[in-house]
């Protein structure tokens, strides 16, 4: 999907971290991006659920964890406020000016990332959770993390072909990316970082 596709959102001042399988690292590695940019640039921080009407049968298998459950509308956007170990909390723990949980029906992500960014200022990096982000948006990287655990999230197949870069599951890989290929590509969106 190249940037001249008008129905992609542009999204030039997002990383988008996807996954091919869960507990992968994205928030890891979202953590040392905040970590090594929160004192130049303000950061914002997306995580995003896509919602599928399953009823009971949580997606996941099991139970599930309710996050799916209760929402009231095609999307709800909710702002973090607490503490504690819940991944958003831990973005915000960690220096994201604002950390957002989005809740969204695949037919509606468009929407409801578009109304998340009207609440981010122009000049932050965002950083978003996703991999069902970049079938409606073109994010100025889009990083997908290659678990170690057998299989390929349908998810992550989905949009496979559109990553930037893909990087292996290892917190050294995450902090070479950080400091080296990450640094230039933002240094080259954003004036702040040539000052």
């Known amino acids: 999907m190249s940037t001249e596709n008008k129905t992609l959102l542009q999204a030039r001042h997002m990383v988008l971290i996807g996954a091919t399988g869960r507990n992968s690292g994205k928030t890891?590695?979202?953590?040392?991006?905040?970590?090594?940019?929160?004192?130049?640039?303000?950061?914002?921080?997306?995580k995003?659920?896509?919602?599928?009407?399953?009823?009971?049968?949580?997606?996941?298998?099991?139970?599930?964890?309710?996050?799916?459950?209760?929402?009231?509308?095609?999307?709800?956007?909710?702002?973090?406020?607490?503490t504690g170990t819940k991944d958003t909390m831990l973005l915000k723990k960690a220096g994201a000016n604002q950390?957002?949980?989005?809740?969204?029906?695949?037919?509606?992500l468009r929407e409801a990332l578009e109304e998340t960014l009207k609440l981010v200022p122009k000049d932050?990096?965002?950083?978003?959770?996703?991999?069902?982000?970049?079938?409606?948006?073109?994010?100025?990287?889009?990083?997908?993390?290659?678990?170690t655990s057998s299989g390929i999230k349908p998810t992550a197949e989905a949009v496979m072909e559109y990553a930037d870069v893909i990087l292996p599951q290892d917190e050294v890989c995450f902090e070479n990316f950080v400091q080296g290929e990450l640094y230039q590509k933002l240094k080259s969106n954003f004036s702040e970082m040539n000052q």
């Open 48 to 82: 995003l659920i896509t919602i599928r009407n399953y009823g009971d049968i949580c997606p996941r298998g099991g139970q599930g964890c309710g996050i799916c459950q209760g929402l009231k509308g095609s999307f709800d956007i909710t702002l973090e406020t607490g």
């Open 99 to 108: 950390v957002y949980l989005i809740r969204a029906y695949k037919e509606n």
């Open 124 to 147: 932050a990096l965002i950083l978003c959770e996703s991999n069902s982000v970049r079938l409606v948006a073109e994010p100025a990287l889009f990083v997908m993390i290659q678990s």
């Open 28 to 46: 890891t590695l979202a953590l040392q991006i905040i970590h090594a940019f929160k004192d130049t640039l303000p950061v914002v921080a997306f």
